[in-house]
């Protein structure tokens, strides 16, 4: 038999380079279980990250829109004409720089503002309404509001401005509050991922702790050991993380396509009416992807001080 046809010996690949098993298997119950819940958490995960960036992009499209108007109120008055009133403040808020146009709503808008608390047909002769001058704003920087509310006031009879800052504030609030909360819920999702790496680091030193003992004790460095552990979960993450986060954007696509194509139906003009234009941007992608990255090095990284830790306490 030649030496080209003679067997080789365990741990070398025939041409004189050794190959090194890993202290873990690569393929085990335990891996894939694992693989599967660092999925899950990174669905989750990305899940929260696209709400968030909905959330805050959904608020500031309302800032915006709602910061480039104000309205003005004119109440009722006996022995005042009304419609002169609102012609009159029209006329007023146009003359003010940053203001694009200013119309007073008909009639049939006002009734359709009232319809969902007062019913179709509202007689608004009868009801001290007041009604409503919309001032648009194209220059935010040049139009004084202050400047505004003080003519109306000195000039319109039962005039009155407001620029909605009540409501801006509590918007901005709402925003925030939601944000911090998704932002609350993204911790906890990484911390439980965290936990589960450093149990599932446990378990798997404690399946292989002879072998660990063995490298220990014959010199193999903790750096070596804690190396083949942190690659052995480095991939796990890697991979549940790639799943969780390409299903989380598979739903983010799957949002951005059925409110694309819903427009008109009941459900999405509620949906619209409450929230805006609902959009997922790439802001929640990228989010998603420096997800993955930052589960994979979690993992890894996780993994490495448990070990490290576990060998400190062999010595």
């Not at 039962?158 to 998704?182: C, T």
């Not at 965290?194 to 404690?206: E, H, Q, Y």
């Not at 292989?208 to 220990?216: G, P, T």
């Amino acid at each position: 038999m030649s030496r080209a046809d003679a067997p080789h010996p365990a741990g070398d690949d025939g041409e004189g380079r050794r190959r090194t098993t890993p202290i873990v298997p690569p393929q085990s119950i335990a891996g894939r279980t694992l693989a599967l819940v660092v999925a899950i958490m990174t669905f989750l995960a990305g899940l929260t990250i696209g709400a968030v960036t909905m959330v805050d992009a959904a608020a500031r499209a309302w800032q915006s829109d709602i910061g480039r108007e104000v309205t003005i109120e004119v109440r009722p008055l006996d022995g005042v004409a009304i419609a002169g009133e609102l012609d009159k403040a029209a006329a007023l808020a146009q003359e003010f720089p940053g203001v694009g146009g200013a119309r007073a709503l008909t009639d049939a808008e006002t009734r359709r503002l009232l319809e969902p608390w007062l019913g179709a047909g509202v007689d608004l002769a009868a009801l001290p309404v007041p009604r409503l001058v919309v001032v648009t704003i194209d220059d935010p920087g040049a139009f004084d509001v202050a400047a505004l509310a003080a003519s109306v006031k000195r000039e319109i009879r039962g005039g009155a401005v407001d620029d909605h800052a009540a409501w801006i504030d509590r918007l901005r609030a709402m925003a925030q509050s939601m944000v911090l909360a998704g932002l609350a819920v993204l911790a906890l999702v990484l911390v439980a991922l965290t936990l589960s790496v450093v149990f599932a680091t446990r378990a798997a030193m404690a399946g292989n702790r002879h072998i660990i003992e063995v490298l220990h004790f014959c010199g193999a460095e903790d750096r070596f050991v804690a190396g083949q552990f942190q690659r052995h979960f480095l991939v796990l993450g890697v991979r549940g993380g790639a799943i969780g986060g390409g299903l989380a954007a598979l739903v983010f696509a799957a949002a951005s396509w059925w409110f694309r194509g819903s427009a008109g139906l009941p459900g999405a003009d509620q949906i619209e009416g409450l929230a805006g234009a609902v959009e997922i941007g790439w802001q929640a992608y990228a989010g998603v992807a420096v997800l993955v990255v930052a589960v994979a090095g979690l993992t890894a990284a996780t993994s490495r001080l448990a070990v490290r830790r576990s060998l400190a306490a062999i010595e």
